[in-house]
C-alpha cells in the first residue's frame, strides 16, 4: 500500500489532527494517496472532494468530458475536418462519431478520474481493481484535483491567451505529465528511475482515434522530470505555471530556449475587381488557428503515416496557420500555411500531407522554399485561384541557421522510443 512507502523523497507524514477518519473505501484510498503527495508540494483539501461510485457503462458522459478539457468547441471540428481532407478514407463522419470512438477505446482502462465540473472523484468499479493500481491512477487525478484547487482553477492553468491549439495542447501535456509523475512516483516509490521506468514517462501511444485525447502526454512528462532533475518538486511546479511558447519546444529538449515559433501570415480573401467577369465571391472567416507540432504529427498517425516518416515530417517545423472560410456558395474553405527550418524540412512535411488520390474534395499542396501551402475546397478551379494567391504572397521569414542545426542533429538521431 502507499502508506507504507518510505524514502526521504516522499516520507509518509501523519494525519494531520484536522483530517477525519475516512469511512469508505475510496475515501481511505484519497487520504492513503494525498499523504504521500503533500512532500511533493500538491496536497490537495479532501474535504472539498465529493466521492461517486460508478459502474464503467455509467462513465461514459464524463470520459466525452475529460477527452476536451481545455478546448474549444471548434477544436474538434477543425481536427475532424483536417482528417477528412488528409484521408481517403476518413472513419469518422462526424465529430460526435469521433468522440465516441475515442471514448470507447478509453472506457476499459479508466480506474478512475476527477469530474472538474462537479468536483467530484469518480471510482471505477472500485472494489474490483488492483489496491496498487487504483492508487497509482488516484495520484494522478489528485493533482488535477491540486490544480483545480488552486486560484483560477483548470481552467486558468490551461488558458491559452489566443485560444490556439498548440498553446492548449502545451498546456495540457504540462498537467497531465505532472500527473504522470504522481503515477510513478507512487508506483515506484521516489522519481529516481532506472532505465525502464524512465521509459514509462512517454508510452507508445494505444489509440489513435482523436488527435488531442491520449493522456497522459509523454513529451509533458518527460520535460518536467528534467526539471525534477533539476530542481526538484518546485522546479515542475514553476514548469506548470510557466509553459514553453509551443508543442515543438516541449518535444524537443534541445529548442528549448532557442527556436521559437514564428507568426506565420496569411493573405486575407482575394476581391474581386468590379464586374469581375469570373468572380471568386465572397468569403467570411469562421476560424483560424495554430496547430503546432505535435498536432502536425499526431495527424500524420492517424493517417496511417509510418512512423519514421510522420517523424520526420513533422521536426523542422516553424510556425503555421490554417483558416476555415464559409464561401458564399455554402463550402468551407481550409487555407493550411506552414513555414518550416530548412527546404528539406518543408519536402518531407509537404510529401506527407499530398493528396492520396481519392479525396472527395480538391486538395493541393505546393511548397514555395520553406513554406508549404494547403489548399481544400469542393473544386479544382477555386483551389487553383486561391493557390494563385497565397503563392503570390508567401512572406517568408528569415531562416535561422542555429533552428536547421538543431533540426537536423534531430533527424540524425532519429525515433527514438
Not at 191 to 202: I, K, M, P, Q, V
Not at 247 to 263: A, C, G, I, R, Y
Not at 274 to 291: Q, R, S
Request: hydrophobic share 40%.
Amino acid at each position: 500500500m502507499v502508506g507504507a512507502m518510505v524514502g526521504a523523497e516522499c516520507s509518509t507524514p501523519s494525519t494531520p489532527p484536522d483530517e477525519p477518519d475516512a469511512d469508505t473505501y475510496e475515501e481511505r484510498a484519497i487520504q492513503e494517496v494525498n499523504r504521500t503527495l503533500r512532500p511533493t508540494g500538491t496536497g490537495v483539501d479532501a474535504s472539498q472532494i465529493a466521492v461517486e461510485a460508478k459502474r464503467r457503462e455509467d462513465t461514459v458522459p464524463d470520459l466525452g468530458t475529460q477527452l476536451e478539457l481545455g478546448l474549444r468547441p471548434e477544436h474538434m471540428e477543425v481536427l475532424l475536418q483536417l482528417r477528412t481532407i488528409l484521408e481517403a478514407t476518413p472513419p469518422f463522419r462526424s465529430v460526435d462519431s469521433l468522440r465516441e470512438q475515442a471514448v470507447a477505446a478509453r472506457l476499459p482502462d479508466v480506474r478512475v478520474y476527477y469530474a472538474a465540473n462537479r468536483r467530484a472523484m469518480v471510482f471505477v468499479d472500485a472494489q474490483q481493481q488492483d489496491a496498487a493500481s487504483l492508487e497509482q491512477a488516484l495520484a494522478g487525478q489528485l493533482v488535477h484535483v491540486f490544480y483545480d484547487q488552486a486560484p483560477g482553477g483548470l481552467s486558468e492553468l490551461l488558458y491559452e491567451p489566443q485560444g490556439l491549439l498548440d498553446g492548449i495542447r502545451v498546456r495540457k501535456c504540462l498537467l497531465e505529465g505532472h500527473a504522470r509523475l504522481a503515477e510513478l512516483l507512487v508506483r515506484h516509490g521516489s522519481l529516481g528511475l532506472d532505465d525502464a521506468a524512465r521509459a514509462e514517462l512517454d508510452p507508445a501511444p494505444q489509440h489513435l482515434h482523436a488527435t488531442l485525447t491520449e493522456t497522459p502526454c509523454g513529451a509533458g512528462a518527460v520535460h518536467l522530470y528534467a526539471r525534477h532533475r533539476q530542481g526538484g518538486w518546485p522546479a515542475v511546479l514553476k514548469a506548470v505555471r510557466t509553459p514553453l511558447p509551443s508543442t515543438e519546444q516541449l518535444m524537443h529538449p534541445s529548442k528549448v530556449d532557442q527556436d521559437f515559433p514564428v507568426n506565420v501570415a496569411l493573405p486575407g480573401w482575394p476581391q474581386d475587381e468590379f464586374e469581375a467577369p469570373d468572380p471568386i465571391g465572397k468569403a467570411t472567416l469562421v476560424y483560424e488557428d495554430v496547430l503546432g507540432e505535435q498536432t502536425i504529427h499526431r495527424m500524420l498517425l492517424e493517417r496511417g503515416t509510418e512512423p519514421e516518416v510522420a517523424f520526420l515530417a513533422a521536426v523542422g517545423w516553424d510556425g503555421d496557420r490554417v483558416r476555415i472560410y464559409q464561401h458564399e456558395s455554402g463550402q468551407r474553405v481550409v487555407l493550411w500555411r506552414s513555414v518550416w527550418d530548412r527546404e528539406l524540412d518543408a519536402e518531407q512535411f509537404a510529401a506527407a500531407i499530398a493528396p492520396k488520390g481519392i479525396e472527395p474534395r480538391a486538395f493541393r499542396v505546393e511548397r514555395h522554399g520553406r513554406v508549404v501551402d494547403a489548399v481544400s475546397t469542393d473544386g479544382p478551379e477555386l483551389a487553383n485561384r486561391l493557390h494563385a494567391t497565397l503563392s503570390a504572397v508567401t512572406n517568408e521569414p528569415a531562416a535561422q541557421p542555429s533552428d536547421a542545426t538543431s533540426t537536423a542533429a534531430i533527424e540524425a538521431r532519429g525515433l527514438v522510443r
